[in-house]
């Protein structure tokens, strides 16, 4: 049974073609950076717009949603498990979407990816809290995260962070501050504040559905 769920997902994994570029050095030491696998964007996407980037994109609702809004923009989304980021890139491709390309592996591999200093955005949606403190280390705002944000960012470029999780988003503006970021826009309600253009994900739904408020924050380096 579980032979024949793996076979259908590489098929479906091989259906979506070039829309998924594979991160594959889940064996590596995520310290250890090379360069020999950087992508070269503008062929990439086949011309020069500005590239963001979203991290841990679940099932590509938010990323398919902003690429169609800003069709200007081209889009990267990174997902490290397989049976979701198969279903963003079916809809990305369902949509006919040209301005979005799919990373599935883990964001610790980034730098190995992405060149430096090539991204006007990062998102960071309803990112797994990990709330046993042993595991603080792989929440995505942890600073082993954020240097390597830092180094694909450009000079000023924001971050954007929403989450349902209050002690997670305590820890980010923690980390954020720590590390040097400037934070603006925080909101502890997003949906009862007069914020303009918010893209609802999946998980935000369905958190939002239970009544539980929507954390949000930018960040930024000075
Ligand atoms: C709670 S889901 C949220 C999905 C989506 N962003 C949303 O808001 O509906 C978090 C996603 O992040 C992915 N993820 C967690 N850690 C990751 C990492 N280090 N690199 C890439 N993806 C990661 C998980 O596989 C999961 O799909």
Redesign the pocket.
């Known amino acids: 049974m579980r032979m024949r769920r793996k076979k259908h997902l590489e098929e479906r994994l091989a259906e979506c073609g070039d829309m998924i570029i594979y991160m594959d050095r889940e064996d590596r030491n995520y310290q250890v950076k090379d360069t020999e696998n950087i992508l070269d964007l503008t062929s990439l996407f086949g011309n020069d717009a500005p590239v963001e980037l979203?991290?841990?994109?679940?099932?590509g609702?938010?990323i398919c949603e902003l690429a169609q809004r800003c069709p200007e923009v081209n889009f990267l989304a990174?997902?490290?498990?397989s049976n979701?980021i198969v279903d963003a890139a079916k809809k990305a491709i369902s949509l006919g979407l040209k301005n979005v390309r799919f990373l599935r592996?883990?964001?610790?591999y980034l730098e190995s990816y992405i060149p430096a200093e090539s991204i006007g955005r990062i998102y960071l949606?309803?990112?797994?809290p990990f709330p046993k403190k042993s595991y603080a280390s792989?929440r995505?705002t942890h600073r082993r995260?954020l240097e390597i944000y830092d180094v694909l960012l450009k000079p000023h470029a924001e971050i954007h962070q929403?989450t349902d999780n209050r002690n997670f988003f305590e820890f980010s503006l923690e980390e954020f501050s720590d590390c040097g970021w400037t934070l603006k826009n925080i909101s502890l309600d997003l949906h009862a504040s007069d914020f303009e253009g918010n893209i609802v994900?999946?998980?935000?739904q369905r958190f939002s559905e239970q009544g539980f408020p929507i954390y949000r924050l930018e960040a930024y380096r000075k």
């Open positions: 979203e991290i841990g994109c679940g099932k609702q938010f990174v997902e490290k498990a979701v592996g883990g964001a610790e949606n309803f990112s797994c792989h995505l995260f929403k994900t999946e998980y935000e």
